[in-house]
DNA sequence: TGCTGTTATGGAAACGATACCATATCCGGT
DNA sequence: ACCGGATATGGTATCGTTTCCATAACAGCA
């Protein structure tokens, strides 16, 4: 029933064939030390023939070195998750690691045996890209043998490094073009905050701005609820059912702005004539969508690919100290905020 | 400059901590023969003392199995790629393989790259996410020594176990179902036939659709392209500009549709009154865009759910021959298409 | 002729696990 | 008292590489 699936082709079958020994197979394989050109010939034309190609589980055991990098995302298929992960492995490709995935579809036991799966695999470093940092995962991390970077949640107060976007001040930021375009009361549509940095940091950059310009905040218009649509839906109904409705409404992402909009749509409130929407994030479609959606943008594939910069250093021995390094962000104005009468 | 990144807790070490030898250590890891209980006690003390976690790279250079999978993935960016990878992720780390992911950026050289890297690395199956088969492609499969599965695209008759979409059906029933809403002349907003899937099958269904109804195809309606939205927004205004214009557009992704109805809308045509144009995909934001989007729907997630599934059993040598999976589609009627007089 | 340094080659000990084999002890049954 | 199976343990070859070391041939040079 069980086959053997590779080929029994070892470098010790390559120097029999090739009449030479292992050793100077090794050294052609890895271009090393001293080979005649005329046997190194010899080697090469066996290699072809027979399509060997060295093991790397015997190279990694004996180098003691796997060129694995570790990558835990909570959940793949969304679209930050893609554009981290497509930023990341390049970088990383180019510098000769593979990747190592775990998705763990949000479930944080898996994570925490995930990283175990790392230690056992050897890995040369792990980039964790986190929702929620519990106890757990700060000692899990604090016991890796090898470089963590985090993206997208600040671990640098735990000796980690992290790669993070400054979420408080561009939610400010957009809070801030809010008030400028006269609106006064504005709805927040918020997420749960076990989410560090789109519950919270998000929610506080809104409540900076609002005190900023001596706006008081209304809790009845402050929703927190999930990521997907009907989360938005719901939000939208609360506001709307709460007394006086608000002139604009901030969602903390670009889904929750096109859930919001449509349910708006639904009833009867046009965007931006009736009701101004912003959101965060500027996911491709946020352009697209009609009315094109107001909204931060992030570079969410040169944040993976920093992040991955920032490990390769750390395996490469280069650094020592945790860094904590903030990406930008940009206020993208389109349609679907509009000025009122202040 | 290089430290060494893994403590050296061999099983060796553990093995003369707990006064016993290495076998017994290795049968309490294993959970094999015979140990009694009082000195797998003291083992598991000294492992848990020592954090000791036994090294994947030697267990698998001896049991010549590395449990890799490794996943060739053109773009890991885009929404079907995340839904492929989410679904077969799931499937294999259930049954405790681990992924190993190159994401080429849509460069066939680096794909091929990628499949000696995995020889090296001695995965244990292949799954391939591939927009293009070339001979080169066909080739360097051929010579892996691993089942290898490929996804969305057919290379069944290459002996090669494929799971893939019924592209053509599905093209052919939307269109029929454009046709049966009255309409006669419909565009289509296609993409180049390089990607055989969407390109050519999506293209032949319409052409079979409506062949079966006695409607002639105008070449002049018809376009190809790429899969952004500058393309949706080109292809849109040949279609208009090029005579007389089509009553329905069949986009053959749902990106496609959302770009032409964005460029409908800025040339004043409003989707689906004067116009009705249909996606294929059913990316999320098909059902919650204004107006929500008529498109095909396919499980992506299932795709790579069942590929993987199939990839698990060849290495399980539990089937020989190459299998060919169709899944399957589904209407989604919604708002972008309405019936006009026949 | 005898040195020294460069070029060239092969033998063998690691790397850290598994698994086979030999051996030892215990215990109940005759 | 002896046997045999079940229980328990340890020694060691092995997986396929790299790398260190020993050795050798050969050149140039005093």
């Known amino acids: 029933m069980e086959t053997i699936p590779y080929p029994v082709t070892r470098i010790r079958d390559v120097a029999s064939l090739a009449k030479t020994s292992v050793s100077t197979v090794s050294r052609v394989l890895n271009n090393s030390g001293y080979v005649k050109a005329e046997v190194r010939a010899r080697i090469e034309a066996v290699i072809a023939e027979t399509g060997y190609v060295p093991s790397s589980l015997a190279k990694d055991?004996?180098?003691?070195q796997s060129s694995l990098v570790g990558v835990i995302i909570p959940k793949i298929n969304s679209y930050t998750s893609g554009e981290m992960v497509a930023g990341l492995s390049s970088v990383l490709s180019e510098q000769r690691y593979s990747v190592l995935l775990a998705s763990t579809d949000n479930h944080p036991q898996s994570e925490l045996e995930s990283l175990k799966l790392f230690r056992e695999k050897r890995v040369n470093g792990v980039l964790l890209l986190g929702t929620e940092l519990s106890e757990a995962h700060r000692l899990a991390m604090a016991q890796m043998?090898?470089?963590?970077?985090?993206?997208?949640?600040?671990?640098?107060?735990?000796?980690?490094?992290?790669?993070?976007?400054?979420?408080?001040?561009?939610?400010?930021a957009l809070t801030r073009y809010l008030l400028s375009c006269g609106h006064r009361r504005i709805g927040l549509l918020g997420v749960h905050e076990f989410d560090i940095q789109v519950g919270v940091e998000r929610k506080q950059g809104f409540l900076d701005a609002l005190r900023e310009a001596g706006v008081e905040a209304d809790p009845g218009l402050m929703i927190q609820g999930g990521f997907d649509f009907q989360s938005a839906a719901r939000g939208v109904d609360r506001i709307l059912d709460q007394g006086r409705a608000p002139s604009a409404i901030l969602a903390v992402t670009d889904r929750l702005?096109?859930?919001?909009?449509?349910?708006?749509?639904?009833?009867?409130?046009?965007?931006?004539?009736?009701?101004?929407?912003?959101?965060?994030?500027?996911?491709?479609?946020?352009?697209?969508?009609?009315?094109?959606?107001?909204?931060?943008?992030?570079?969410?594939f040169q944040t993976g690919a920093r992040a991955a910069s920032l490990l390769v250093d750390a395996m490469q021995g280069a650094v020592a100290a945790a860094q904590k390094i903030i990406m930008g962000y940009q206020l993208q104005i389109r349609d679907s905020v509009r000025t009122v009468g202040g």
Chains 1, 2 share one sequence.
Request: proline residues 5%; aromatic residues 4%.
């Open 61 to 64: 055991l004996q180098r003691q």
């Open 145 to 172: 043998p090898v470089p963590v970077v985090v993206i997208a949640q600040d671990a640098a107060r735990h000796g980690i490094s992290s790669v993070l976007q400054d979420e408080r001040a561009a939610a400010a």
């Open 257 to 300: 702005a096109v859930g919001a909009i449509s349910r708006l749509a639904e009833r009867g409130i046009v965007v931006p004539a009736q009701m101004s929407v912003a959101g965060m994030g500027d996911i491709d479609l946020a352009a697209v969508f009609q009315p094109r959606i107001t909204t931060i943008r992030y570079d969410y």
